[in-house]
């Protein structure tokens, strides 16, 4: 089946700088690459998302890239703000299942004011 | 807005219990989702149906079972609990026509086996 890797685990940044967190996965059917947000003690929330036929997807400070031949794909936060401190999340469907996803391991950021 | 609730926020049981623990949701979608969240390992799909009745094993389907006898109900059943299953139980909902659906979930079940 799937395996979604995610890095890193723990991220900290000051306000203002960018944040990265890379994920790879292994099924080269997959198609579908969401990104979920869980603020503490709050249900995960999507906040991006790409598809294969993509390579870069952006909205407002968050883009998203995707590397098929890799078969990885990146979340980039840019400005970062304290509301930014989350556990982020990303995913990648399950090749021929379009609706069944594998998450990661999830990383921690803090963003530092 | 999508709606997905969970029957309880936070449930205490004693090993050997049987534990349901249920998830509506009123957006009409077809497929239904059942989660574990430990620290450090992530979101674990335990079990999935994608209709009524219909039920397919997640990675860690082991020591659970679920019903889905309505669209809108999935339900988690711990036959007999065990301090291993004290975790957050996430439940998720996503249409399945259309393809690449995004999983709306509720808000988790912390449950503690003592």
């Known amino acids: 089946g799937e395996n979604v890797e995610q890095h890193p685990s723990t991220l900290s940044v000051q306000e203002g700088d960018s944040a990265v967190i890379k994920c790879t996965y292994s099924d080269s059917a997959s198609n579908y690459f969401p990104w979920y947000k869980q603020e503490l003690g709050k249900r995960p929330q999507l906040i991006i998302d790409i598809r294969s036929n993509v390579g870069e997807k952006k909205d407002q400070r968050i883009a998203v890239t995707l590397n098929k031949t890799a078969k990885h794909f990146s979340l980039h936060i840019t400005e970062t703000q304290p509301e930014d401190s989350a556990v982020y999340f990303c995913?990648?469907?399950?090749?021929?299942?379009?609706?069944?996803?594998?998450f990661g391991k999830g990383t921690l950021l803090t963003v530092n004011p | 807005d999508v709606k997905v609730t969970q029957s309880s926020r936070y449930l205490v049981k004693r090993t050997g219990e049987k534990v349901f623990l249920e998830c509506v949701q009123d957006?009409?979608?077809?497929?239904m989702f059942w989660y574990r969240q430990d620290p450090g390992l992530g979101l674990r799909l335990i079990y999935f149906s994608y209709d009524v009745k219909m039920k397919e094993k997640g990675d860690i389907p082991e020591g659970y079972s679920v019903s889905r006898e309505k669209k809108e109900r999935f339900s988690l059943i711990l036959e007999s609990a065990s301090t291993n299953q004290t975790s957050m139980y996430l439940c998720?909902?996503?249409?399945?026509?259309?393809?690449?659906?995004?999983?709306?979930f509720g808000p988790g079940t912390r449950l503690t086996v003592l």
């Open positions: 957006m009409d979608h077809e497929n």
């Open positions: 998720a909902s996503s249409f399945r026509r259309g393809g690449f659906n995004e999983q709306f």
């Open positions: 995913a990648a469907d399950s090749g021929g299942s379009n609706y069944k996803l594998t």
